[in-house]
């Protein structure tokens, strides 16, 4: 008996187990870590310097006023000494502008001789503002609706669909042609015509993961402890829904601020403000393309970066709160 007892206990029979279970954990854990599931969850290095510079671009655009800036709509006239032919005497005479990039204006002046750096950070904060309220409309009214859709379900969710589907369905341009056109150029008017755009593709993807997450064991605890529609919607499923809004809501913003440059090309952008649109049209003359292409270049650079970093953000940030299964199996 004592034999049958030392060996079920016996220190070479107890300890043997444990070793081959940490021998059998060991290449487990080995290749969690040199999956490439761990490193596809880096953000990267571009990432941040996209982050970088629309916290710069915003800064400056934010605080343009009281930073040492030129003043936007003053013109800085250059003259040069010119003998005149008649009278013989030397006189100052104006140079034509647009005068080229120099120490005096890195990015040149355009053809009433305007900085077009200053121009263009003060440009910034039009179109920026354009592109971030119209992602607050999207976001409001869009994901809203579409967590409204996506847990009461039924004849809610059929009409809510119905209307993402006629809204996606209408000619976005020809839209906010029409409101600008018989409201008014002001930033709000243009800002909420845009965000009426971003309602339905915002809208659908929040239908979409609320369906995802309302059938989720946290769900399905608080409405089996009695917790109202509202705190399930607010509290439950809005904490997760508002991260893969907010990265689509990234590439609203990009959009918005290239559609408020093609309203500019129309004639039909914020009345009385310098965009970065209405500063690309100035340029886009011929005569000035060819002689003066800064003029246009300068601004349409800030806005190829700003809508690039927006792009690329949306989709590292995409990629990285993409939920995925791993599957571990032993041979």
Not at 112 to 117: C, E, G, K, Y
Not at 198 to 205: M, S
């Amino acid at each position: 008996m004592s034999e049958e007892n030392h060996s079920l206990t016996g220190p070479n029979e107890v300890e043997a187990p444990e070793e081959q279970k940490h021998d059998e954990a060991a290449p487990i854990d080995a290749g969690l870590e040199e999956s490439g599931f761990a490193e596809k969850k880096k953000i990267g290095i571009g990432f941040w310097i996209a982050a970088f510079w629309l916290a710069l671009i915003t800064f400056l655009a934010v605080f343009a006023p009281v930073l040492p800036f030129k003043e936007p709509n003053q013109n800085f006239i250059v003259f040069e000494q010119k003998e005149n032919p008649i009278t013989g005497k030397i006189q100052d005479r104006p140079v034509q502008p647009p005068y080229s990039p120099d120490g005096e204006h890195w990015l040149g002046t355009d053809q009433d001789a305007r900085d077009i750096l200053s121009r263009s950070i003060h440009g910034a904060r039009i179109s920026l503002a354009v592109g971030a309220l119209t992602a607050l409309f999207g976001i409001v009214v869009g994901g809203a609706l579409g967590m409204i859709a996506g847990y009461f379900k039924g004849i809610l969710d059929k009409i809510i669909s119905a209307i993402f589907l006629v809204s996606l369905s209408f000619p976005g341009l020809i839209l906010a042609i029409l409101v600008v056109a018989l409201v008014d150029r002001s930033l709000i008017t243009i800002s909420i015509t845009i965000g009426i755009l971003a309602v339905a593709p915002i809208g659908r993807l929040a239908r979409a993961q609320t369906l995802s997450f309302a059938e989720r064991e946290f769900v399905l605890a608080a409405e089996t402890l009695g917790a109202k529609k509202s705190r399930i919607l607010v509290r439950e499923l809005l904490p997760n829904v508002l991260i893969p809004m907010s990265t689509l809501a990234m590439l609203v913003i990009a959009i918005a601020i290239v559609a408020e440059g093609t309203l500019a090309f129309l004639g039909l952008s914020v009345q009385g403000s310098s965009t970065w649109g209405k500063l690309i049209l100035t340029g886009s003359g011929l005569q000035t393309l060819e002689s003066s292409p800064w003029v246009a270049f300068a601004p349409m650079g800030f806005l190829f970066l700003t809508v690039a970093s927006f792009n690329y953000m949306s989709d590292r940030l995409r990629d990285y709160f993409d939920v995925r299964e791993i599957f571990v199996t032993r041979d």
